[in-house]
């Protein structure tokens, strides 16, 4: 019961600009957890993703900060109706969401169909990961390194604020 506690959480908190990969996560927990426990994995963790994307854009709008610098890195988005196709698109590919995610918190994106089209970017990504840990026999170390990688920009990002305070 704990490890589906802590998936769960990880599959949102993943969403957010907190830096945790979810998809070594998904790996491993795909590995750990064989059959239908592994398919419903990719349903809790497609909607944990978009619930993660929808509390974002809540949050961000209610601390209502403008960043005119993040703007400008958008300009190229898609917006309105397209919006929401191109991140479903981006979600199902592996490439950093992060312009989706400031593009969303700028205002593009209404965050029931923002949550929505992750939603549906996110459920095949996630099935492939599973029927790949399926399918493809792993080495027994590959576990706890895709578990470390998942971790470690959050574990990078907090060592080099210590060293910064410390010096």
Do not use: K
């Not at 400031?102 to 939603?119: F, M, N, S, T």
């Amino acid at each position: 019961m704990i490890d589906w506690l802590v998936f769960t959480v990880a599959s949102v908190v993943s969403n957010t600009p907190v830096p945790i990969a979810f998809d070594p996560v998904m790996l491993q927990f795909a590995r750990s957890h064989p059959g239908d426990q592994a398919w419903m994995a990719v349903v809790v963790g497609a909607l944990g993703a978009g619930v993660g994307g929808m509390s974002e854009t809540v949050a961000f709008r209610f601390l209502g900060r403008p960043l005119p610098v993040l703007a400008t890195a958008v300009r190229l988005v898609p917006s309105g109706p397209w919006f929401y196709p191109w991140t479903a698109a981006m979600a199902l590919t592996p490439i950093p969401f992060t312009v989706v995610r400031v593009a969303a918190c700028l205002g593009h994106a209404r965050p029931g169909l923002y949550g929505l089209a992750i939603v549906v970017g996110r459920l095949p990504r996630h099935a492939a990961i599973v029927y790949l840990a399926s399918t493809v026999v792993f080495p027994s170390w590959v576990g706890p390194l895709t578990l470390a990688l998942a971790v470690s920009p959050l574990l990078w990002i907090l060592g080099r604020r210590a060293a910064e305070r410390a010096g």
